[in-house]
C-alpha cells in the first residue's frame, strides 16, 4: 500500500510514521518462529548483553530465507517508494539485525542513527510482538531530525542536547504484533526498559535511494527494488 500526500508530509514533518498495513500473519509467525529458533541455537553472529544472553542476530539478510522475504516484502517497498522513489537499496552494514529486549539488557536510551543529514537512511522497525509501556516501546521526540548534527554520543551524555530539554518531551509509539514503523533516521528514538519477564522482538532495518553518483555498486547494499542507475558528468 503507498502513502498519501499527507503520511509523506506527516513523515517529513514529524520524522516518523506508523504504517496502516502489517505483516502477514504467516510471514509474522515465521519470523517470531525462526529469531526464537536461531536464538537458542545462537547462531552467529550475535550480540550478548552484560549477562551473557543472546539479544541480537545479526546480519539478517545474509542468513536468508524468511528474513529477506521481509526485508524486501510489498508492505515495507510499497511505502517506502513514496519516500525514497522507485530504486531502493538495503544497507548491510547499519541496522539489518534481530533485537530480542529483555528486562535489565541494558540497552534503554535515545540515539540517532546516523550523524548527519546529507545521506539519511530511513529505518524500518518490524515488531514481531505487540509492544507497549511495559515491555519497551519506542520511544521518540517527534522533530528532532530537522535539528543540526550531533557528535556520536548518547544523546543522555550530550550536554547541548541535555540543555534544551527536548529528551523531556519523548512519546512512546506502543505497537501491534505485525506493526510496521518507519522513522527518520536522525529522529531522536530508542526503545524503552522492559519491565516484564518476557521479551519483545523487532527487526531493524535501514533503506535508502540508490545514489545516482555512486560510480561502482557499494558490496554494503543490496538493491531491493528498482535499479541502479548513474547520472554522474565525469566527461
Same mark, same amino acid.
Given at each position: ?12 514533518? =514529524?520524522? %516518523? ?17 525462526? !529469531? ?12 550478548? &548483553? ?16 524468511? +528474513? ?5 516484502? =510489498? *508492505? !515495507?517497498? &510499497?511505502?517506502?517508494? $513514496? ?19 529483555? =528486562? &535489565? /539488557?541494558?540497552?534503554? %536510551? #535515545?540515539?540517532?542513527?546516523? #550523524? ?10 518490524? %515488531? ?32 547541548? !542536547? ?14 501491534? $504484533? ?5 522513522? /527518520?533516521?536522525? !529522529?531522536?528514538?530508542? $526503545? ?19 545514489? *545516482? ?11 531491493? @527494488?528498482? @535499479?541502479?542507475? %548513474?547520472?554522474?558528468? &565525469? +566527461?
Amino acid at each position: 500500500m503507498s502513502l498519501t500526500p499527507e503520511q509523506v508530509r506527516f513523515f517529513r514533518d =514529524a520524522g %516518523y510514521l506508523k504504517l496502516a498495513g502489517r505483516l502477514p500473519d504467516h510471514l509474522l509467525q515465521e519470523l517470531k518462529a525462526e !529469531v526464537e529458533r536461531e536464538t537458542r541455537a545462537e547462531a552467529e553472529p550475535v550480540k550478548r &548483553d552484560r549477562h551473557g544472553r543472546v539479544v541480537r542476530l545479526s546480519s539478517l539478510w545474509e542468513r536468508g530465507g524468511v +528474513y529477506r522475504d521481509a526485508l524486501a516484502c =510489498a *508492505e !515495507v517497498l &510499497d511505502p517506502l517508494e $513514496a519516500l525514497l522513489g522507485p530504486n531502493i537499496e538495503l544497507i548491510l552494514n547499519r541496522h539489518n539485525h534481530a533485537c530480542l529486549r529483555l =528486562a &535489565d /539488557d541494558g540497552t534503554a %536510551y #535515545l540515539h540517532r542513527d546516523i #550523524l548527519q543529514w546529507s545521506r539519511s537512511i530511513v529505518t524500518v522497525l518490524f %515488531y514481531l510482538e505487540e509492544t507497549n509501556l511495559e515491555n519497551g516501546c519506542t520511544q521518540l521526540v517527534p522533530g528532532t531530525h530537522l535539528l543540526p548534527g550531533r557528535p556520536a554520543l548518547p544523546l543522555e551524555q550530550d550536554e547541548e !542536547v541535555l540543555r534544551t530539554g527536548l529528551l523531556e518531551q519523548a512519546l512512546p509509539v506502543p505497537m501491534p $504484533a505485525g506493526g510496521l514503523l518507519v522513522l /527518520d533516521s536522525l !529522529v531522536y528514538h530508542g $526503545a524503552g526498559p522492559n519491565r516484564t519477564p518476557g521479551s519483545r522482538i523487532s527487526l531493524t532495518a535501514g533503506y535508502h535511494s540508490v545514489d *545516482e553518483l555512486a560510480g561502482a555498486p557499494d558490496p554494503r547494499r543490496v538493491l531491493v @527494488r528498482g @535499479r541502479r542507475l %548513474y547520472m554522474g558528468n &565525469d +566527461y
